[in-house]
């Protein structure tokens, strides 16, 4: 992947994971953008209370993972890297 192609995707999957974490915040959690790998899969980090929470796998497939593949089409998929 191009360097600035990535740098670009980067900024936008960050911004589309910014409109999920008011409700992460709400909760004591956060996530982080980690990387975005050549098959265009976006890897992120759960930070807080969501580290620890049973119910990330179900916030990833409606909340994150459906708000980024919405605003950024090239993004197949979305996985957690802890």
């Keep these: 992947m191009i360097a600035t192609v990535k740098v670009n995707l980067l900024e936008r999957v960050d911004a589309a994971l910014e409109c999920v974490r008011p409700h992460l915040k709400a909760d004591g959690g956060d996530v982080e953008l980690v990387d975005i790998t050549e098959d265009f899969v976006a890897r992120i980090k ?37």
Excluded: D, F, P, S
């Design 46 to 82: 759960w930070l807080g209370a969501c580290r620890n929470c049973n119910m990330t796998q179900m916030t990833m497939k409606a909340g994150l993972e459906e708000a980024v593949k919405n605003q950024v089409k090239e993004i197949v998929r979305i996985e957690a890297v802890n």
